[in-house]
């Protein structure tokens, strides 16, 4: 029976747990994933950790009805503490991390992850802030501690780029990978071309719907899309590319006029990420780009994210599917914890493999 210990409780964090209790049968029968929350600490909303068990409906009614964490009731609760006291003094052996997003300091989440990491216990986040600005840092960190830090959420959510990468096409080299990795502003340039809508209407919409981030700046300025960027050029091409150091256009200045001129050509604009292996570097961009209607990329529509890997030995691969939402991105945790779940003997106490071990993410010696 895996403790999880849940670090942040917003939309994402609520999503997860729904999976977890409505899927528990099932995770137990075809998986024998077996996990009880053991914790809950949210910087703003409070906290509880109760060793015997949290009960999900019940805590998840809590929520809604707008009470603070602490106030839940629980046998042998604890409340009061912070994360990282919170991930130090519970039993828990698996740390969910899905606090608020700072793409430019990567904190506090960064040191709630080397925290769990320090303590051996095992990481699934959706945070994008500590792998764009930490990576290897934090690999590191995992591996001195034997455990295993997982983060498929962190781009495209739930639609499962990193494991796509590091078992299918696994052997492949990959030479780029481009496409579009904002829902926010793919939602917003369709509805433009699509509804005739006005930009502010369009990103209006798209905050209502829950696509946007709390500052849509992230969004429409193309940092959340960035942030992805490296992300992708640091783990897949093992790049040192910064958030300052990758050129980067938003899309606030594309108007109306603009997406019929290219229509009328028949292109249509996308905002592109982009890492490419050139030379032996690696180079990368965000930028909104005039794509023609062939390509697979300009046919993704709304708040959809695709990314197009190229590759030497299966040529281009594109993969389509949600890169934001409360289910989607909570199933995301699901994938890394059920991950974890297979692989998590595969750092023994002397450092060597275990049966389960699988490419790219054990860190034995
Ligand atoms: N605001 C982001 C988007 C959420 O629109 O794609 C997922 O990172």
């Not at 809950?40 to 060793?51: L, Q, T």
């Not at 039993?91 to 793409?103: A, K, P, Q, R, Y």
């Not at 934090?138 to 501690?145: E, G, I, P, T």
């Amino acid at each position: 029976m895996h403790k999880i210990i849940m670090i942040g409780c917003g939309v994402v964090g609520q999503g997860f747990l729904q999976i977890l209790n409505d899927t528990a049968e099932h995770l137990r029968t075809k998986y024998d994933f077996e996990a009880k929350l053991v914790a809950v600490s949210d910087k703003m909303k409070g906290s509880i950790m109760a060793e015997e068990g949290i009960d999900i409906p019940t805590f998840l009614a809590h929520l809604e009805a707008g009470k603070p964490i602490g106030e839940f009731q629980a046998p042998g609760a604890i409340t009061g503490l912070g994360p990282i006291e919170t991930i130090k003094q519970s039993s828990g052996d698996m740390v969910v991390e899905v606090s608020f997003t700072d793409l430019k300091t990567g904190e506090p989440a960064t040191s709630y992850l080397k925290a769990a990491l320090k303590a051996g216990k095992h990481v699934a986040t959706t945070n994008k802030g500590p792998p764009a600005n930490f990576f290897g840092e934090l690999q590191d960190v995992a591996c001195q501690n034997n455990a295993i830090l997982k983060y498929e959420g962190v781009v495209m959510s739930g639609t499962p780029i990193f494991n796509l990468l590091d078992n299918c096409l696994a052997g492949n080299d990959v030479q780029e990978i481009k496409g579009i990795l904002n829902g926010t502003t793919n939602f917003i340039l369709t509805k433009m071309e699509n509804d005739g809508m006005s930009y502010t209407d369009a990103l209006k919409l798209a905050q209502e719907l829950g696509y946007a981030e709390a500052d849509p700046t992230a969004d429409v300025e193309g940092f959340d899309a960035l942030a992805k960027v490296i992300i992708l050029g640091n783990i897949v091409m093992g790049a040192n590319l910064t958030m300052d150091s990758v050129p980067r256009e938003g899309i606030s200045n594309i108007s109306s006029q603009d997406i019929k001129g290219a229509a009328t050509n028949g292109l249509r604009y996308k905002l592109i990420g982009s890492v490419k292996k050139v030379n032996g570097k690696v180079e990368a961009y965000v930028k909104p780009v005039k794509l023609p209607l062939s390509d697979p990329l300009a046919g993704v529509a709304g708040a959809m994210n695709a990314l197009t890997f190229s590759t030497d030995l299966s040529g281009d691969v594109t993969i389509q599917g949600p890169g934001a939402g409360k289910i989607e991105t909570g199933f995301a945790i699901l994938i890394d914890l059920l991950a974890i779940h297979k692989e998590s003997d595969c750092c023994k106490d002397d450092g060597t493999q275990g049966s389960n071990s699988q490419n790219g993410s054990c860190c034995c010696n």
